[in-house]
């Protein structure tokens, strides 16, 4: 069972120019920014990093709006913790637990959580927000993760397992997202 206080987010590069060809990105987007407000209502610190801005432009402003910032992390490395400023922070936070969504899918999502977990760390890997351009590259990302033994999950199941109780503040604000 996964802590609150022992979990953070990272929300890798949904971007301008990658977003418009990424497969069922609609649905992506829409799910992360749901998974996104219920990490906040839960006050989960999260991170959300960007691929080459110059090029591949800023994160969609429905992710910003969710996660009520601009603020980014700027990388050109794939995986986000291959980035010195972005593993630095990481670290900071000194949680164990890091919740993972984004696109590509089988680039940066997938050596985000395979450098995560090689370092220590027990990466979550939301299913349902996560894409590509193709597919199958997802799948593939699905498979290999299992493999590696990162845990594999929904943006509904991860935000229920960090409630823990119906009790709680967060509950309320949370239930009405998933509906």
Request: glycine share 4%; net charge neutral; aromatic share 6%.
């Amino acid at each position: 069972m996964r802590k609150v206080k022992d979990t953070m987010a990272m929300i890798v590069d949904y971007q301008e120019r990658m977003m418009p060809v990424i497969h069922r990105n609609e649905e992506i987007i829409k799910n992360a920014t749901i998974l996104i407000k219920g990490l906040k209502a839960l006050d989960v610190p999260m991170m959300i990093t960007q691929q080459y801005t110059k090029g591949l432009g800023m994160t969609v402003a429905p992710i910003f709006a969710a996660a009520e910032t601009e603020n980014y992390f700027e990388k050109m490395t794939f995986s986000s913790f291959r980035d010195e400023k972005t593993a630095a922070q990481i670290r900071n936070h000194q949680r164990k637990n890091v919740i993972v969504c984004g696109v590509e899918a089988h680039i940066c999502v997938l050596q985000t959580c395979l450098d995560l977990k090689e370092n220590g760390y027990a990466p979550i890997l939301v299913l349902d927000c996560i894409g590509s351009r193709k597919q199958s590259n997802v799948e593939m990302t699905i498979t290999r993760a299992i493999q590696e033994g990162i845990t594999v999950t929904s943006y509904e199941s991860i935000l229920f397992e960090l409630m823990e109780r119906a009790d709680i503040e967060a509950f309320r604000t949370v239930s009405k997202l998933v509906r």
